[in-house]
C-alpha cells in the first residue's frame, strides 16, 4: 500500500500505521545510501593515510570491498537506534551547522589573504559569509543541550586525531584523493614512470 509518496511494509486491518509506518520505506533506502556511501568514505580516507590505512585502507582478497569500513558503518548505524529521532535530527544539525560556519569562515580568510585581487568584492566574499556564519551560530545555540555535548565530544576527538595526524602541526594534514584502487595501487601509479612519444623519442616523466 502507498500513501502520501511513501511506502507501508507493514499494516494490521483496521490499524493506522502512522507517521512511522509510511515513512519506513524512505527510511530504509536513505540507511542504505549512508552505509554505502559512508564505508567507501572511509576507505578512501584510510587508503590516503587521514584514518589508519591497516584497518580502514585495506579490501577483501576476494570481493574488493571495504569489510571493515562497512561493518564499522552497520555498527554506527545500530548505536543509532537507541537516541530519539529528534536527538539524532539534533545531532545531525550540530555537523551541518557547524560545517556551513567553517565554510563561510573558509571565505572569509580567503578574502583576507587575496583582497587586492581583481574580482574579489566585500559583498560576496565578506560580508555575505559573515552574515551566513552569525545565522549558523545562531542555530547552532538552538539546539538540544544532548545535541551539543555529544557534538563537542565528536569535535573533540576530531581535533585530537588532526593533533596526532599533523605531529601538533608539525606537518601538513593528509588529504584524501578521489583515485580509484587500493593504497599500495595508488602509491605504485604514482611512481611509475609514464612513456611518452613525442617525434619518435621516448620521454620519461612522473605521473
Given at each position: 500500500?502507498?500513501?502520501?509518496?511513501?511506502?507501508?511494509?507493514?499494516?494490521?486491518?483496521?490499524?493506522?500505521?502512522?507517521?512511522?509506518?509510511?515513512?519506513?520505506?524512505?527510511?530504509?533506502?536513505?540507511?542504505?545510501?549512508?552505509?554505502l556511501?559512508?564505508?567507501?568514505?572511509?576507505?578512501?580516507?584510510?587508503?590516503?593515510?587521514?584514518?589508519?590505512?591497516?584497518i580502514f585502507?585495506?579490501?577483501?582478497?576476494?570481493?574488493?570491498?571495504?569489510?571493515?569500513?562497512?561493518?564499522?558503518?552497520?555498527?554506527?548505524?545500530?548505536?543509532?537506534?537507541?537516541?530519539?529521532?529528534?536527538t539524532?535530527?539534533?545531532?545531525?544539525?550540530?555537523?551541518?551547522?557547524?560545517?556551513?560556519?567553517?565554510?563561510?569562515?573558509?571565505?572569509?580568510?580567503?578574502?583576507?589573504?587575496?583582497?587586492?585581487?581583481?574580482?574579489?568584492?566585500?559583498?560576496?566574499?565578506?560580508?555575505?559569509?559573515?552574515?551566513?556564519?552569525?545565522?549558523?551560530?545562531?542555530?547552532?545555540?538552538?539546539?538540544?543541550?544532548?545535541?551539543?555535548?555529544?557534538?563537542?565530544?565528536?569535535?573533540?576527538?576530531?581535533?585530537?586525531?588532526?593533533?596526532?595526524?599533523?605531529r601538533?602541526?608539525?606537518?601538513?594534514?593528509?588529504?584524501?584523493?578521489?583515485?580509484?584502487?587500493?593504497?599500495?595501487?595508488?602509491?605504485?601509479?604514482?611512481?611509475?614512470?609514464?612513456?611518452?612519444?613525442?617525434?619518435?623519442?621516448?620521454?620519461?616523466?612522473?605521473?
Open positions: 500500500m502507498r500513501t502520501g509518496g511513501g511506502v507501508v511494509a507493514f499494516r494490521e486491518p483496521g490499524v493506522d500505521p502512522g507517521p512511522g509506518g509510511v515513512a519506513l520505506g524512505p527510511v530504509l533506502a536513505s540507511g542504505l545510501a549512508v552505509q556511501s559512508s564505508s567507501r568514505l572511509l576507505y578512501i580516507m584510510g587508503r590516503d593515510g587521514v584514518l589508519p590505512a591497516r585502507g585495506s579490501l577483501h582478497r576476494r570481493t574488493r570491498t571495504p569489510v571493515f569500513c562497512l561493518l564499522f558503518t552497520g555498527a554506527m548505524c545500530f548505536l543509532g537506534l537507541g537516541p530519539s529521532l529528534e539524532a535530527t539534533s545531532f545531525i544539525n550540530f555537523g551541518a551547522f557547524l560545517a556551513f560556519t567553517a565554510v563561510n569562515a573558509c571565505v572569509i580568510v580567503c578574502f583576507v589573504r587575496n583582497r587586492g585581487t581583481s574580482g574579489v568584492k566585500v559583498l560576496g566574499y565578506a560580508v555575505a559569509p559573515a552574515f551566513g556564519a552569525c545565522v549558523t551560530i545562531y542555530l547552532l545555540t538552538q539546539l538540544s543541550a544532548m545535541a551539543l555535548t555529544n557534538g563537542g565530544c565528536w569535535l573533540a576527538i576530531g581535533f585530537g586525531c588532526l593533533l596526532r595526524l599533523t601538533g602541526f608539525r606537518r601538513p594534514t593528509p588529504e584524501p584523493g578521489m583515485s580509484d584502487g587500493p593504497a599500495e595501487a595508488v602509491g605504485d601509479r604514482m611512481e611509475q614512470a609514464v612513456v611518452v612519444l613525442s617525434g619518435g623519442e621516448a620521454i620519461r616523466a612522473r605521473a
